[in-house]
């Protein structure tokens, strides 16, 4: 470019001007020898290949010899335009500004301001000083817009291309500056003018009518605007085909719509065809990817995936370095990881993000701009979350309030919101309860029933009718939170894995717990009033990902076609999953790798199963009615009680509580509270005590009666007259067997009351064990034949795993008794007992496993909300064929773990029958129990489930399993049998170690 500045009047010094003529005159006579034209041609050939680089070099060595030769022609003036857009391509907005100035300035002198190549210039030194990120030349690109297209509509006959191209230019301009009226005018308009003739001016048609959806979705109207891009859409396809970036803009908006919507899997499926058309036409090396890359993580940010902050990040680098920095490109990016931040609570890290990002929008772009009224809205969030300082908030929000009063949309509900939300926070009643009922008004008008963070905003307004005593009120907005978390996780999970659906949910449990929890413990004279609706939102929550799961397993099993491939290829990958995940760093020191590469294999996969149940959404399970209806399911003498884990409130004495809801019978008025303020004591030292008694030996240990007195005591004031108790257990109430609890009168629970264990509270009561079984077919396996030379790491502690000869006596015995009812029994052992074996039978009525369990603690001090859905590779039965497992191989290796049993085909399965030590323990996770074999038996589709609670001894085991079978096949339900089983082994050993460590799931 040396040349062209000599030439341009930016001297460096006095003699800056003779380098530049000695390498003009040097090159001037092959420059005059070369046609004017072969410049233009093959500048116009680079650019038009996307090579931008080489057009901007051709331009430099042509504009030279084109004014030596001519002087500052047209033809000097065409080069010199391709010049400034290739500069601008490789965003050098500097020399591309340049170019465009003096382009414009030679075309009023040689052609004037009415002629289309000067509107051309114009708009080109327009969207340069549009995207300067320079608030005075933002401002000149406006103005010099608006007077070109002022003096164009005094023409008599104006040119509808120079219209058009006009009208895209300023239009842009309009909808950042919030300027909607004159956007409508000026794009009627030009669409009226054009009427009829639509086909003749395809491209200024169709980012015109873009400019209009555009507005609609500017201002917050996503379900106006969603229409107009449909059709935005269709056109550019038709005009230009799929994969031009005019039909990407469209389908980015269309994802956009949707995403604010809560239209999550149109959401992404629009994303995906957007950076698919993009990548297509434009490779990824271009600012448009990273800027519809940027978008596509608002989808992982809105429904809480980490994965967000990664395509964050990246987006802003790529943006940064590609568009050298220019703001325009990066300051929406910007925007978007503070968000990510501020939702994370790493409030540090989210104030420099929106702080640049707000001062662009604000400062450049104008206070008119809904970026710069939204971001200013994300600082009060810094505001109360971060510096406590409500008054700061209140401070931002209230012009913003002002400035958006007349025009009341979604903008305006947007910052009602956040007052409403700030003055709760400042203990401000009356003013949170107005602001909050007006957003919700305004809210639902534009959006309908449901709206983005609608649940964060019917929880103020129930907490607040809750504080004024308003129970009814409460219930409703309470009813209604409920009803707005069921259709987003209706919309999220047809998109997501099981570790995404968590994060869904855990992000719903925060927004209803960290509220309710600690007003309910903090508020013993409220308890009454909050324990309906606390009741409710365990009817709700509780077993949620499980029973997704469990639709995703059946729907794949039943599925064909492409379902039935995508179902194939997740369970392959879950049995390499599983296998890799054995392995010891000895055997593999890759292990760890091979092991991350599978797991995001089989979320990929799963997230696709999902994407083609169509309707996943709609077949979930109905939410329950309410705790009426399930005291209506109550007969006499029975009760339901539902534990439930809450946050405290973060108080360092009682970071968390338990609390059990009470529906004493039929006639119960009103869920009853019991209120465990000790959390911890109950996880730790009083668990410690119950585990030592009940896993003892020892006949006369003392025992404590400090366990009874924590974990039933309270409960039994409530349970007079009651004999059967439905039990939904959280937390360490998993942990427990409440039969082996023993009274001070040294007598144990199991003689008082029936206590049926359920998944969840809304699962009660079902009878059960009365229908003809569907499958009278038997698998039974035991003592299977382990390997002498154990492979390294084939067991947890490396030791041999001993022969089982009482299970095989088991097995036989049970396989007897099913034979004698008519069953068909498959019985296996020895080397025949192979994990191959298991996965490879057929559907059964009864599968009954007995050898050696394992459940591998996870020693890491996470939280309960941290719970990975792998974490069911933790629990594993050990089977024949483990000396087959060396390096590389990937067929069964004799572990079979808790992640592949759920792969199993079980559904009609009338019972299925662990017995191994811990088969009935697993991590656990809040509001949906232990994830081991409990859980994966149930997803698998079995009816009911027989799993131990800690080693149990074989000799009594295998009579322990032959009398449970003799009850259940003489015609007792299978709960009953188990009832009577624990019972005959209670007289017969005394010790609850005999008769206490198999816990009963099902019917």
């Not at 607040?464 to 209604?480: K, V």
């Not at 529906?663 to 730790?684: I, K, S």
């Not at 509001?927 to 074999?933: H, Q």
Request: with cysteine; net charge negative.
């Amino acid at each position: 470019m040396k040349l062209f500045l000599a030439f341009r009047g930016r001297p460096t010094g006095h003699c800056a001007w003779v380098p530049a003529l000695f390498l003009l005159l040097s090159a001037l006579p092959s420059a005059l020898s070369q046609p004017s034209g072969t410049w233009l041609a093959d500048a116009e050939r680079a650019y038009r290949s996307k090579q931008f680089g080489l057009a901007a070099r051709i331009v430099e060595e042509g504009l030279p010899a084109l004014e030596a030769a001519n002087g500052k022609d047209t033809n000097y003036v065409e080069l010199l335009v391709l010049g400034g857009r290739a500069w601008y391509q490789l965003h050098d907005l500097p020399q591309a500004e340049q170019a465009m100035l003096e382009a414009l300035s030679l075309r009023e002198q040689l052609q004037g301001k009415s002629h289309s190549k000067y509107i051309k210039e114009a708009f080109n030194l327009a969207t340069i000083y549009r995207n300067s990120g320079n608030p005075e030349k933002y401002r000149q690109g406006k103005a010099l817009l608006r007077d070109a297209y002022n003096a164009l509509k005094e023409q008599p006959a104006p040119n509808p291309e120079d219209e058009g191209r006009l009208v895209r230019g300023l239009g842009s301009y309009l909808i950042e500056g919030g300027e909607y009226e004159a956007l409508e005018s000026v794009c009627q308009a030009f669409l009226q003018s054009v009427n009829g003739q639509e086909d003749r001016y395809p491209n200024e048609v169709v980012q015109v009518r873009y400019n209009l959806a555009r507005a609609a979705y500017d201002q917050g109207l996503w379900r106006n605007a969603l229409p107009l891009f449909q059709q935005n859409l269709a056109e550019a396809r038709r005009a230009f085909g799929p994969n031009h970036l005019l039909a990407a803009k469209p389908l980015r908006a269309l994802a956009a719509c949707c995403l604010y919507l809560g239209l999550y899997g149109e959401a992404e499926a629009y994303f995906r065809e957007a950076l698919a058309v993009c990548e297509q036409a434009y490779g990824k090396e271009d600012v448009n990817y990273y800027l519809l890359l940027s978008d596509y993580a608002k989808l992982y940010m809105e429904l809480g995936w980490p994965e967000a902050e990664s395509l964050l990040l990246e987006s802003l680098r790529q943006l940064d370095s590609l568009g050298k920095g220019n703001p325009a490109l990066t300051e929406e990016a910007r925007y978007n990881l503070g968000i990510y931040y501020l939702q994370s609570g790493n409030y540090a890290a989210a104030e420099p993000q929106l702080n640049e990002a707000n001062a662009y929008f604000c400062h450049t772009l104008g206070p008119g701009n809904m970026l710069c009224i939204h971001s200013t809205g994300q600082l009060t969030l810094l505001d109360v979350g971060w510096k406590k300082d409500v008054r700061a908030a209140k401070e931002r929000l209230l012009p913003l309030a002002e400035a958006l009063r007349e025009a009341a949309g979604p903008a305006y509900a947007s910052v009602l919101n956040l007052m409403g939300r700030a003055c709760f926070l400042a203990g401000e009643w009356e003013d949170a309860r107005r602001y909050s009922r007006e957003a919700l008004g305004l809210y639902r008008r534009h959006f309908g029933d449901h709206f983005d963070k609608e649940g964060f905003l019917l929880s103020r307004l129930a907490l607040l009718a809750f504080r004024e005593e308003d129970t009814a009120g409460g219930m409703a907005f309470f009813r209604q939170m409920l009803d707005a978390a069921q259709w987003r996780i209706d919309m999220a999970f047809a998109i997501a894995s099981d570790a995404e659906r968590q994060r869904i949910v855990e992000g719903i449990r925060q927004m209803v717990l960290s509220d309710f929890g600690p007003l309910l413990y903090q508020n013993p004279e409220w308890r009454a009033a909050l324990a309906p609706a606390l009741l409710e939102w365990s009817l709700f929550s509780k077993s949620l990902l499980e029973q997704a799961q469990v639709r995703a397993e059946q729907l794949g099993r039943q599925g064909k076609g492409p379902v039935a491939e995508v179902y194939r290829q997740w369970l392959e990958t879950r049995e390499r999953l599983a296998h890799w995940n054995t392995l010891s760093r000895l055997e593999y020191p890759q292990q760890s790798d091979k092991v991350e590469e599978l797991q995001q294999q089989a979320k990929v996969l799963e997230k696709d199963l999902s994407r083609h149940l169509a309707g996943f959404e709609s077949r979930a399970a109905p939410r329950p009615a309410g705790w009426q209806q399930l005291r209506q399911g109550l007969q006499p003498g029975e009760a339901l009680v539902d534990i439930l884990k809450l946050p405290a409130g973060g108080r360092e004495q009682a970071p968390f509580y338990y609390v059990a809801f009470i529906l004493n019978g039929p006639q119960a008025t009103a869920p009853e509270v019991v209120v465990f303020p000790e959390g911890q004591a109950l996880e730790g030292r009083l668990f410690r005590l119950y585990f030592l008694e009940v896993s003892s030996r020892n006949a006369t240990l003392e025992v404590s009666p400090d366990p009874y007195a924590a974990f039933w005591a309270p409960l039994e004031p409530l349970l007079k007259n009651i004999r059967t108790v439905y039990w939904s257990p959280d937390g360490v109430f998993h942990k427990l067997n409440p039969n082996a609890l023993r009274r001070p009168d040294g007598t144990y629970l199991l003689d008082y009351y029936d206590i049926r264990a359920l998944r969840h509270p809304a699962a009660a009561p079902q009878a059960g064990g009365t229908e003809r079984p569907r499958w009278k077919r038997a698998l039974l396996l035991a003592n299977p034949a382990f390997p002498a030379d154990m492979p390294p790491g084939f067991t947890p502690d490396g030791l041999p795993l001993p022969p089982l000869p009482f299970a095989e006596r088991e097995m036989n015995a049970v396989g007897r008794l099913l034979e004698q009812e008519g069953w068909e029994v498959r019985s296996l052992s020895g080397g025949d007992a192979t994990e191959e074996a298991v996965k490879r039978t057929g559907p059964v009525g009864v599968l009954h496993l007995a050898t050696h369990g394992h459940f591998q603690e996870n020693r890491r001090p996470a939280p309960e909300t941290e719970v990975p859905p792998l974490s069911m590779l933790q629990s594993m039965l050990f089977l024949a064929g483990g000396q087959g497992r060396r390096f590389g191989f990937e067929g069964e290796d004799g572990i079979l773990t808790a992640y592949e049993v759920m792969g199993l085909p079980l559904d009609g399965a009338e019972l299925a029958v662990l017995s191994a030590c811990r088969s009935g323990q697993g991590e656990l996770a809040a509001g949906e129990g232990a994830y081991g074999f409990q859980r994966a038996l149930r997803i698998a589709g079995a009816k009911a489930a027989l799993l131990s609670l800690w080693d149990v001894e074989d000799k009594a085991t295998a009579e322990w399993m032959a009398a449970f079978y003799r009850n259940w096949l003489s015609g007792l339900s299978k709960f009953e049998a188990y009832q009577a089983t624990q019972r005959a082994m209670r007289d017969q050993y005394g010790l609850p170690f005999y008769w206490a460590g198999f816990v009963f799931t099902g019917e």
